[in-house]
């Protein structure tokens, strides 16, 4: 799974993690938070684009993002594509964190930002994927918190 920094370039899962705590050792008095999320786009000829940010934010001072564009053609429903898009959350957060474990960082928390919200066609998916990141062992937050879907995934799907 290959990811892009705006700053390095392509880079591996490993690379991103690298980096990631990296940044954390540059500064670990400061607070941290993992944040994955993953936002979609239809363009034309049913083709849907995915992406997956990873970001590690130093609260109140900054961050750094990553992000994984994937194509898809067909999705049926929007609410395929919600529960697509948070599988692909869950996947890279698993991936991670296991990562996170092997280096003796498995206390930093991972937070899966969704695509949806208490407005709009997605509202009556909230308890269904919020239940799916729960259940997996991840803090689930929705719009308006879910910037790491909603702003930094969502730039990359046009």
């Known amino acids: 799974m290959i990811f892009t920094s705006p700053t390095k370039g392509k880079m591996t899962l490993k690379e991103v993690f690298q980096d990631i705590i990296g940044y ?3 500064k670990p008095g400061e607070q941290h938070k993992l944040i ?3 936002d979609s786009q239809t363009h034309l000829n049913d ?3 995915f ?3 990873i970001i590690i934010h130093r609260v109140g001072k900054g961050g750094r993002y990553f992000f994984h564009r994937k194509k898809q053609h067909f999705v049926q429903s929007l609410r395929q594509r919600i529960f697509f898009e948070t599988s692909l959350s869950l996947d890279v957060a698993g991936r991670f964190t296991a990562l996170l474990s092997e280096d003796g960082h498995a206390h930093l928390n991972v937070e899966i930002h969704l695509d949806v ?3 709009g066609d997605t509202k009556e998916l909230i308890r269904e ?3 799916m990141v729960i ?3 991840f803090d689930a937050r929705i719009k308006p918190e ?3 879907a909603t702003k930094v995934a969502d730039r990359y799907t046009k």
């Open 146 to 148: 879910s910037y790491g």
């Open 135 to 137: 259940g997996s062992g």
């Open 51 to 53: 992406v997956t940010a």
């Open 24 to 26: 954390i050792r540059e």
């Open 47 to 49: 083709e849907v684009i």
């Open 129 to 131: 994927v919020v239940g």
């Open 36 to 38: 994955i999320g993953t």
């Open 117 to 119: 919200g208490e407005m």
